[in-house]
């Protein structure tokens, strides 16, 4: 059930790009001398990020991602020719909670044109149990559509991952892992671009549309891909996927509370043992940039197997995809997998 793109990542800045070398004079002499020239620059906190900034400002920005390949996004220490790049930046872009040094630094940049990803949807809280039918214990007033996330339950939810990302309570800012919320991220990104560079505001508008209907089809692929299935319950060291199991109707089990790489407790093991036989859930996620430790202790004591869940923090040579688009198919492949796709 894979969906195959139909524009490929670098066709819609490379369409655009083609069109603008006769609109703009500075196009030409950007890519005569080979700098960044009149280019947006722009920050990105982590790969969600700089993903957005790279498909729809295409040509016409200069990206800089904060967190390397391969680096954990949520332990990041920023350097401070990092702090100082962000003080110099035309644009950023950044998602709240996530990363804290990050919040900070941005605090004190004092950049014009600086966009929080969080803004651009509507944040829920989910602990480490996440079903698409079922809040569970934490009040539906999370899913309200206009953003209210509820100051009264931010003190009840503030282990749903296994690592703080706090400082607003619980909210959940693995938005980027629902490719609807996403799609409602792009467009504020599309818009905030335009804002920011009027001059390329067209190409903005036209490569935001593009990766909106290309987020579409991946929605699809994975409602269709979901709906009938032997189980719709799947387990994860990191609790990251509670958008994406609310979307489909799944239920997200995490090894809530504990750190990603420590090994789970004899109670906690039994717990996800009892689950698992009761809801026919087969496999244990892990992340490809956390260790499989946890997971291979759980499988082993509960006869469970392994697979990867790739919360798409960072891109590297160990992901299933080359980007984005790709590693949300391999992880919808998995899930089908796991979850006994009839």
Known sequence: MN??????TTAVAGAVALGLTALSACSTSDAADGGNGDKLKVTASFYPMQFLTERIGGEHV?????????????????????????????????????????????????????????????????????????HGH??????????????????????????????????????WLDPVKYAEV?????????????????????????????LGELNTAYETGLKNTSTKTFITTHSAFGYLAERYGLTQQGIAGIDPEAEPSPARIQEIHTIAEKEKATTVFFETLASDRTAKTLAKDTGLKTGVLDPLEGITDKSQGADYIEVMESNLAALQKALGAK
Request: proline share 5%; net charge negative.
């Open 186 to 214: 792009a467009k504020g990104v599309g818009k905030s671009l335009e804002k920011a560079d009027p001059d390329h505001a067209a190409d903005y508008k036209k490569n935001t549309d593009a990766l909106v209907a290309e």
């Open 62 to 134: 200069a990206v800089t991602s904060l967190t390397k390949p391969g680096v954990e996004p949520h332990d990041l220490e920023l350097t401070p020719r990092q702090i100082g790049s962000i003080s110099e930046s035309d644009y950023v872009l950044y998602l709240k909670g996530i990363q804290p040094a990050v919040d900070d630094a941005i605090k004190q940049s004092g950049v014009k044109n600086t966009v929080d990803a969080a803004t651009l949807t509507t944040l829920e809280n989910h602990g480490s149990e996440v079903s698409g039918h079922d």
């Open 138 to 175: 934490e009040g539906d007033e999370h899913a309200d559509e206009h953003g209210h996330e509820g100051e009264e339950a931010h003190e009840e939810h503030s282990e749903g991952d296994g690592h703080n990302h706090g400082e607003e309570g619980g909210a959940d800012p693995h938005i």
């Open 3 to 8: 969906v195959r793109r139909l524009i490929p």
